[in-house]
């Protein structure tokens, strides 16, 4: 009987570009394990991320809006199959891994706090002393220390430095890796302008004018238009890259969003709220580490109370943070019988 793994890996070296992460060529996992019968590395990783349970609770936690009324607002789940759909389409028209490029996307806002970016500084600060908080370099801390009670998912080393090098100065080692990290901000910008519209917070017409002429005036035509221009000039280049012109532009346009959005008092004025959530569950937990699940209290016991406590709050969803906000600080009701 044939083997499908070993097709597949034949089918990779005839199909892909010189310069695509072959599976077969893998650096491997930082725990030795038999290979798959049926699915390459990447694609056991693929299987892996999308079963774990960090993955699930993605699609509790905030995107950019903090509990939005309406059932079309983007959570961190959605924006994570947009940006493994993205990703994948910029990795076939450059005949790269599409299972590598596709892994990385789903794991890489696994360490993502509940509330956002408005989460992830609230965190920041709080671990000020201890080296400050990313949600990269959690979602790498997710996958390789915290799934799986502990023994972590055991990924290969290339979807794992993807993940890491998301975002930050540090390029990934892979163009797959580098695929993805567009594909990520490709994907952000053009739905968060969706969601900000349908928040009233945009409207289309306030678009740049520039913006709307060199990309489109629609969601889709935006996202098609720099998804086309990447693999355009990436294939003219060899290297992973928008031209220059559309860099520019497309950097204008995280300027605009970040003017009218991101730094919203409408979209925003909830978030002074999320340090005081976070903060008082952070303290809670300090003066009271008995009360950690034990799964927590085994990691405090090999790396420390405080990297505890922040793997706990850091992977609560907005709505159980809320709720345990209430619970540790909220009286209950009570009655007279």
């Not at 996992?29 to 056991?44: A, D």
């Not at 060199?214 to 060899?238: M, P, Q, V, Y």
């Not at 709505?319 to 209430?326: L, M």
Request: proline letters at 3%.
């Amino acid at each position: 009987m044939s083997c499908p793994r070993v097709e597949r890996e034949v089918l990779e070296r005839m199909m892909l570009s010189p310069s695509a992460s072959l599976a077969e060529q893998s650096k491997g996992r930082g725990q030795t394990e038999p290979e798959c019968e049926i699915r390459t590395c990447y694609q056991r990783d693929v299987d892996r991320i999308i079963h774990s349970k960090a993955f699930r609770r993605l699609k509790h936690k905030t995107q950019v809006f903090l509990q939005p009324e309406g059932d079309h607002y983007r959570t961190r789940l959605t924006h994570t199959l947009e940006v493994a759909r993205i990703g994948r389409t910029i990795a076939r028209g450059l005949r790269l891994n599409e299972d590598l490029t596709e892994a990385i996307a789903f794991g890489h806002d696994l360490g993502h706090t509940p509330f956002g970016h408005a989460g992830e500084r609230a965190l920041n600060d709080i671990l000020a002393e201890d080296g400050g908080f990313s949600h990269n370099e959690q979602s790498l801390r997710v996958v390789d220390r915290l799934e799986k009670d502990g023994s972590g998912l055991n990924l290969t080393f290339e979807v794992k430095n993807g993940i890491l090098c998301h975002t930050g100065k540090t390029q990934p080692d892979t163009p797959e890796g580098r695929v993805l990290r567009i594909a990520d901000r490709i994907a952000y910008i053009n739905h968060d302008v969706d969601d900000a519209i349908r928040g009233g917070i945009l409207r289309e017409t306030d678009i740049p004018e520039e913006i709307t002429r060199a990309f489109g005036s629609k969601h889709g035509e935006r996202i098609n238009s720099l998804i086309l221009d990447l693999i355009n000039e990436s294939s003219k280049s060899g290297e992973i890259t928008m031209s220059s012109n559309t860099a520019f532009l497309f950097d204008s346009f995280y300027d605009f969003m970040y003017r009218n959005v991101y730094s919203n008092s409408t979209a925003k004025r909830e978030e002074s709220k999320v340090s005081g959530i976070l903060g008082g569950i952070f303290r809670y937990y300090i003066d009271n580490p008995e009360m950690l699940p034990e799964d927590y209290r085994m990691v405090a016991s090999k790396d420390g109370l405080r990297r505890s406590v922040s793997d706990y709050v850091s992977g609560m969803t907005d709505k159980y943070a809320i709720f345990k906000y209430g619970e540790i600080y909220i009286p209950e009701a009570w009655e007279i019988r």
